[in-house]
């Protein structure tokens, strides 16, 4: 079973960046579709950003032009690159993937922008 460990989050001001990693635990390059979800005490879970293997990438609309995903396939790793961030991105947000009918979580990495 593939584990999933993402890194990064932190307390930024608005207008700041983060860059957050997901370290699986074996190749991702057997994972697929790998993506970011993000979610706050008030709402669903919300899907930011997909990565899917070969290069294409998908965006909430508010998040584009803002952030960055990309994989590091020799490193294992997922990455979301967060640039001016605004209050409404605090949450927690969390790796997700997968690879035929197997889903796979991390246990998520919270993201608290201050105005």
């Known amino acids: 079973q593939v584990q999933l460990v993402e890194s990064g989050g932190g307390l930024v001001q608005a207008g700041g960046s983060l860059r957050l990693s997901c370290v699986a635990s074996r190749s991702i390059y057997t994972i697929p579709l790998m993506s970011w979800y993000r979610q706050t005490p008030e709402q669903q879970r919300q899907l930011v950003a997909t990565?899917?293997?070969?290069?294409?990438?998908d965006y909430a609309d508010s998040v584009k032009g803002r952030f960055t995903v990309s994989r590091d396939n020799a490193k294992n790793t997922l990455t979301l690159q967060m640039n001016s961030l605004k209050p409404e991105d605090t949450a927690v947000y969390y790796c997700y993937g997968r690879a035929g009918a197997r889903e796979m979580w991390g246990p998520g990495t919270q993201v608290t922008v201050s105005s």
């Open positions: 990565h899917i293997v070969g290069g294409d990438t």
